[in-house]
C-alpha cells in the first residue's frame, strides 16, 4: 500500500477555503465513498452558512470512481472519441465472466457459477488495484489461481477484440489518456478522507501531477487525532457488556434516542459490524424505541420518518413493489405456486385493485377452494370464468386474458435480452403496474430504481447471448437480489453504519458494538484465486492476520477520537442459551468497562397497552331464537356446538367462514364425496341384497366403473383443472376396486333393500329446523330399518356415546325418524380396513356387530331403548343450547378441537394455545 505522503498536505479550512474562492469550480475533492462526500459537502455548506453567505456555488466533491467515471464521460466527447473502449457496466462484466466460467473446461464441475463469478469479478478487481496481476507468474500458482489466469487471459482478449472496458482498468486508462485526452481538467484535485491509497491510485494521482494538475490530501479529523496518542481518551469512552447482540442492539437503540432527545442537532452514529447479517434486527429494534413518536404523528400520515438511517440498503426485490412485479413474471412464464397468484389477486400494484378490491378478495376466497397449489395464468383464468370472475372482476379478468394472448405471441423462442426487457415492461404495462394509488416516496423511489435495473438488464446484449424469457427472468431476479437499495430520507440525527461507512466520519455521540475477542479484529478474508503469499506481501486489507490486525487498531483508533461521547460495547454470549461466553476484543482491554444507566422505553404497543382501561362485561350470550328458525349446516349445528359453542355460533349465526388452503388432487373430504356419489349410484340400480348376489362380476363391475366415471365428471363442475387426464382414470379405478372391496362385505349380510340413499330430510330439533342428507337407510325383510353413514377414515364407537358426540350425525338421524330403525353403523370404507362400526338392538343385524346388551357398551346403557332415549335427551339439551344463544368459547377437548378450526382469528384462543406451547419449549 502506497502511502499518501508523497502529496502536498492541506487543513479542511484550507480546502473550504479554496473552495470557495474556487468559481471556476476547477478545484476537486475526492472521497472513499459516498456517504463521507455527503458528510463533507454538508460541512462546506455548514462553513459558508457561518459566513452569513445566502449563496455560493456548490462544492465539487464526489467518491473517488465517481470522479473517475466521470472523466471517462468528459473523454467520450472529445475529438478522440473513436479510440476509448466501451465502459462495461458491473452487470455487463459479471455476465461476461460468467459466460466464460460457464464454457471453460471446469464450468461443468461448479456448483454455483454466479457465485464464482462474482468472486473472481472481485480478484479481477483487487488484481489491477494492487498491481498484481502482472506478478501472478512470479508466485506458486494453485490450481484455481492457474484457472483464474486462464479466465483473465481469456477476458482480456475478448475486452480487447471488441474494444471493451472495465471499472477496474479505468483508473489506468484515464491515466494514460489523462494529458492527451482535449478536455477540460481540475487544477487542483484533493484527495479526503483516505487512509491509505491502493498503488492504483497512487500511480495515476502522480501521472495526474506531472500532467500539470496540483494533487493534495487532507485526513479527517479522527483519523488526525488517531496519529497522536496524546489526544486520545480526552473524551468520554467507555466499554459496555451486554447480555447478547439483541440487548445490544437494544441498549444502543435507547441510548441514541436518550442523545437525540436531548440534543436534537447531535450527531450520533452507530457503527454494527456484520451489518448486512443483522440488519433487519437493527431495524426491527430501533422501529420499536423510537415508535412512540407515533403519538405526535396526524392521523392522516401515510409515512413516517424515524430519526435514524441505515446506510446498508435492503435488496430491491425484497420490497413489496418488485415482488409483485416478479410474481406476475413467474405466472405469466412457467407457473407459480397458488399462494402467490393469491398475493397477484389481492395486490395495489395492478390496474383495478382500488375498484375491485372487495370483490378481488372474494374471488380470491372462492379459488382457494377448487385451485391447485400450482397454477398457470391460462388454468387460473379457467378458474376465474368458473367462478365468474369476468363478472365480479371484469378489469382483471381482462388484464389476463390479454396477458395470455401475449403469452402465446411473444414468449417462446430465444431471445436478446433488450428484447425480453421489452416483453417485460409491456407484461407489466398490461396488468397496469404499479396500480391506480399514489405511490408514497418510498415506493416511486423503488419504482425508479427498477427501471435503472431493467435497463441495465437490457444493456447486457453486448455480452450475453440469446436467452429465454424464463431465463431472462431468473437472471434478472437475481440482479435484483444483488442491488442493494436505500430510499433517499430527510436528514436524520442517527447514523447505522458497517465498518468501512465509519472511516473518516465524525459525531457527536458514537457507539461501536459487536467488539468481542471472535469478532475482532475480524478473521481475514483471502480471495481463493490470487495467491495467499501475494496478497500478504502486498499488505492488502483484511487479505491477512497481520493487515486485519493493522486495519482494525486503525480503525478502532480513530473511532476513540470521531466523537465527544465513544461507547464500546461486545455481546457476552452469541445467543442467550449458548454456555460459552464470550470476552471484549483486546483492542479494547484498554478502556475501562463501566455501567450505563439509561431510561426504560417502551415499544408503541406497549405504550397502548399501558394507557388501556379495563371494562368487564361478560357476553357469551347471543339473542335467543324465539321460535323455529332453518339454520343452514344440517348435522354439522349439533357437531359444533358440542364441540365449541363459539364455533357452531360464528359458523352457523354469524356465517363466519375461514379461508381455504389449496391442494393437489383431492383432499379427504373431496374423496369420501366421490365414494358417498358412487355407492349411491350402484345402489340405485341394484336396490337389494338380491340383485347383488345375482349379478355377475363383468356387470357388476360395469356398472362401478359408470358410477365412478359420473362421479369424477360431477367433481370437475366444482374443480375444472383436478381430475383430468391419466389422473382421472387412476382414480375411476382407485374408486371402482374401492366400492367393488366394500360390496363384498355387504354381500356377508342377510337380505335387505336399501330404501333410502342420500335423502335429504328436514327435521326439528327445539327450535331448530335443519335439513339432513341420510347417506342411506336399508329395510330388512321384516321391515325393520338399518341407518347407515359412510366414512373412508377409521373410526371409534366412542364417537358416538357419552354426553358429548363427537359424530352426532346418526345418533340425529336416529332420535328424528322411524321408531322401526334398530341400527345405526358407520360403513368404514378403507382398503383393508372395510368393516360397519355401530350399535343395533338385536344381534345379527350386520356382520361383527353384537346386540347392545351383549355388547361390551351395555354397562352404559343396558337396553336399546335407553341408549335411543339418552341420544334424544342429548340431542334436545345440545339444541336448546344453541337456540338459546349460548356461544361461549369452550373447546370439548382442547387443543385438539382448536388445531384444525379455521375460524381461529375471531375467538383467539389458539393464541393462548400457541403461547403455552412456546413456553413449554423455552423451559425444555
Given at each position: 500500500m502506497f502511502s499518501t505522503l508523497e502529496f502536498t498536505k492541506i487543513s479542511l479550512d484550507g480546502v473550504f477555503k479554496r473552495l470557495a474562492l474556487d468559481s471556476q469550480n476547477s478545484t476537486v475533492v475526492v472521497t472513499p465513498n459516498q456517504r463521507l462526500s455527503l458528510v463533507l459537502k454538508r460541512k462546506f455548506n455548514d462553513a459558508q452558512r457561518a459566513r452569513a453567505l445566502t449563496s455560493w456555488n456548490s462544492a465539487n466533491i464526489s467518491p473517488f470512481h465517481v470522479f473517475i467515471e466521470r472523466a471517462y464521460e468528459t473523454a467520450s466527447y472529445s475529438p478522440q472519441e473513436m479510440k476509448l473502449p466501451i465502459l462495461l457496466s458491473p452487470t455487463q462484466e459479471r455476465a461476461l465472466w460468467e459466460n466464460i466460467i460457464r464454457h471453460s473446461d471446469v464450468g461443468v464441475s461448479l456448483l454455483s457459477i454466479s457465485e464464482t463469478a462474482q468472486i473472481v469479478c472481485e480478484a479481477w478487481q483487487i488484481g489491477h488495484a494492487w498491481q498484481l496481476i502482472d506478478q501472478l507468474e512470479e508466485f506458486y500458482l494453485s490450481d484455481d489461481?492457474?484457472?483464474?489466469?486462464?479466465?483473465?487471459?481469456?477476458?482480456?482478449?475478448?475486452?480487447?477484440?471488441?474494444?471493451?472496458?472495465?471499472?477496474?482498468?479505468?483508473?489506468?486508462?484515464?491515466?494514460?489518456?489523462?494529458?492527451?485526452?482535449?478536455?477540460?481538467?481540475?487544477?487542483?484535485?484533493?484527495?479526503?478522507?483516505?487512509?491509505?491509497?491502493?498503488?492504483?491510485?497512487?500511480?495515476l494521482l502522480i501521472k495526474i501531477r506531472i500532467a500539470g494538475c496540483e494533487v493534495m490530501w487532507t485526513e479527517s479529523q479522527s483519523q488526525s487525532q488517531s496519529q497522536s496518542q496524546s489526544k486520545l481518551y480526552k473524551n468520554d469512552i467507555r466499554r459496555i457488556s451486554c447480555i447478547d447482540s439483541r440487548d445490544e442492539i437494544h441498549l444502543a437503540a435507547a441510548w441514541a434516542r436518550t442523545r437525540a432527545e436531548a440534543n436534537s442537532a447531535a450527531?450520533?452514529?452507530?457503527?454494527?459490524?456484520?451489518?448486512?447479517?443483522?440488519?433487519?434486527?437493527?431495524m426491527r429494534i430501533f422501529r420499536s424505541i423510537m415508535e412512540t413518536n407515533y403519538s405526535n404523528m396526524p392521523v392522516d400520515t401515510v409515512e413516517h420518518t424515524f430519526p435514524f438511517n441505515v446506510s446498508l440498503g435492503a435488496t430491491l426485490i425484497s420490497y413489496p413493489l418488485i415482488k409483485i412485479a416478479f410474481l406476475i413474471f413467474e405466472l405469466i412464464g412457467k407457473g407459480t405456486n397458488f399462494e402467490n397468484a393469491s398475493c397477484l389477486l389481492r395486490s395495489p400494484f395492478l390496474a383495478g385493485s382500488e375498484s375491485e378490491i372487495m370483490n378481488r378478495a372474494l374471488l380470491d376466497a372462492q379459488l382457494r377452494k377448487i385451485a391447485e397449489p400450482f397454477i398457470t395464468i391460462e388454468s387460473l383464468l379457467v378458474l376465474i370464468n368458473h367462478k365468474r370472475g369476468e363478472e365480479s372482476c371484469p378489469i382483471l379478468a381482462q388484464q389476463l386474458f390479454i396477458l395470455s394472448e401475449f403469452k402465446k405471441e411473444n414468449l417462446f423462442g430465444k431471445k436478446l435480452p433488450s428484447d425480453v426487457a421489452r416483453i417485460i415492461f409491456e407484461i407489466l404495462?398490461?396488468?397496469?403496474?404499479?396500480?391506480?394509488?399514489?405511490?408514497?416516496?418510498?415506493?416511486?423511489?423503488?419504482?425508479?430504481?427498477?427501471?435503472?435495473?431493467v435497463a441495465n438488464f437490457a444493456a447486457l446484449d453486448l455480452v450475453m447471448s440469446n436467452v429465454t424469457y424464463n431465463e431472462g427472468v431468473s437472471y434478472l431476479r437475481r440482479i435484483a437480489i444483488e442491488t442493494l437499495f436505500q430510499p433517499r430520507t430527510p436528514d436524520v440525527p442517527i447514523q447505522i453504519l458497517g465498518i468501512l461507512e465509519s472511516a473518516g466520519m465524525e459525531f457527536d455521540h458514537l457507539w461501536v458494538m459487536g467488539l468481542s475477542d471472535e469478532l475482532w479484529p475480524p478473521r481475514p478474508r483471502p480471495n481463493p484465486f490470487l495467491p495467499i503469499e501475494l496478497q500478504r506481501i502486498a499488505k492488502i486489507p483484511w487479505r491477512s492476520v497481520t493487515e486485519s490486525l493493522e486495519f482494525?487498531?486503525?480503525?478502532?483508533?480513530?473511532?476513540?477520537?470521531?466523537?465527544?461521547?465513544?461507547?464500546?460495547?461486545?455481546?457476552?454470549?452469541?445467543?442467550?442459551?449458548?454456555?460459552?461466553?464470550l470476552t471484549p476484543s483486546p483492542l479494547i482491554l484498554k478502556i475501562t468497562e463501566s455501567a450505563l444507566t439509561l431510561p426504560i422505553y417502551t415499544d408503541y404497543s406497549e405504550l397502548i397497552y399501558s394507557l388501556r382501561r379495563f371494562e368487564y362485561k361478560e357476553d357469551y350470550k347471543a339473542p335467543m331464537l324465539s321460535q323455529v328458525t332453518e339454520i343452514r349446516g344440517g348435522a354439522a349445528v349439533i357437531k359444533d356446538q358440542m364441540a365449541c359453542p363459539f364455533r357452531a355460533m360464528a359458523l352457523h349465526r354469524l356465517g363466519a367462514k375461514g379461508l381455504e388452503t389449496s391442494h393437489t388432487g383431492l383432499n379427504a373430504m373431496e374423496r369420501g364425496v366421490l365414494i358417498h356419489r358412487v355407492l349411491a349410484d350402484v345402489w340405485k340400480q341394484l336396490q337389494t341384497k338380491e340383485a347383488l348376489d345375482m349379478i355377475s362380476h363383468v356387470d357388476l363391475e360395469e356398472i362401478v366403473l359408470r358410477a365412478a366415471k359420473e362421479s369424477i365428471t360431477f367433481i370437475r363442475s366444482d374443480r375444472p383443472a383436478t381430475l383430468l387426464g391419466y389422473f382421472a382414470e387412476i382414480e375411476q379405478q382407485r374408486l371402482a376396486r374401492l366400492t367393488i372391496e366394500w360390496l363384498s362385505t355387504e354381500r356377508k349380510r342377510k337380505d335387505f333393500k336399501v330404501i333410502a340413499s342420500e335423502d335429504k330430510h328436514c327435521i326439528t330439533l327445539d327450535r331448530l329446523l335443519l335439513t339432513l342428507r341420510l347417506d342411506r337407510v336399508d329395510q330388512l325383510i321384516d321391515g325393520r330399518k338399518?341407518?347407515?353413514?359412510?366414512?373412508?377414515?377409521?373410526?371409534?364407537?366412542?364417537?358416538?356415546?357419552?354426553?358429548?358426540?363427537?359424530?352426532?350425525?346418526?345418533?340425529?338421524?336416529?332420535?328424528?325418524?322411524?321408531?322401526?330403525?334398530?341400527?345405526?353403523?358407520?360403513?368404514?370404507?378403507?382398503?383393508?380396513?372395510m368393516r360397519f362400526i355401530g350399535l343395533a338392538r338385536d344381534d345379527d343385524l350386520l356382520p361383527d356387530i353384537q346386540a347392545l346388551s351383549e355388547s361390551r357398551w351395555h354397562d352404559l346403557h343396558s337396553s336399546w331403548e335407553e341408549l335411543v332415549a339418552a341420544w334424544r335427551t342429548n340431542l334436545f339439551r345440545i339444541a336448546e343450547n344453541f337456540s338459546d344463544g349460548n356461544a361461549q368459547v369452550a373447546p370439548n377437548k382442547y387443543p385438539q378441537t382448536c388445531r384444525n378450526c379455521n375460524i381461529k382469528p375471531l375467538c383467539r384462543i389458539h393464541e393462548r394455545f400457541n403461547s403455552a406451547l412456546v413456553e413449554q419449549e423455552d423451559h425444555e
Open positions: 489461481s492457474k484457472t483464474f489466469q486462464d479466465w483473465a487471459e481469456r477476458y482480456k482478449r475478448i475486452t480487447r477484440n471488441n474494444r471493451q472496458i472495465d471499472n477496474a482498468r479505468l483508473y489506468d486508462l484515464i491515466g494514460s489518456l489523462w494529458e492527451a485526452i482535449e478536455i477540460k481538467k481540475p487544477s487542483c484535485l484533493i484527495c479526503y478522507g483516505f487512509d491509505a491509497l491502493t498503488p492504483q491510485q497512487q500511480t450527531k450520533i452514529g452507530i457503527v454494527v459490524p456484520e451489518l448486512t447479517k443483522h440488519r433487519s434486527v437493527v404495462r398490461i396488468i397496469g403496474f404499479p396500480g391506480e394509488r399514489i405511490l408514497n416516496s418510498t415506493e416511486y423511489q423503488v419504482l425508479n430504481k427498477w427501471h435503472v435495473v482494525a487498531l486503525r480503525l478502532t483508533n480513530e473511532w476513540l477520537v470521531s466523537g465527544k461521547e465513544v461507547i464500546l460495547s461486545y455481546p457476552s454470549y452469541n445467543n442467550r442459551n449458548e454456555e460459552r461466553k338399518i341407518i347407515i353413514d359412510y366414512k373412508t377414515g377409521l373410526l371409534s364407537i366412542s364417537s358416538i356415546l357419552g354426553d358429548c358426540l363427537d359424530e352426532p350425525q346418526l345418533p340425529l338421524y336416529l332420535v328424528t325418524t322411524d321408531s322401526d330403525v334398530v341400527a345405526v353403523a358407520f360403513a368404514q370404507i378403507k382398503i383393508g380396513k
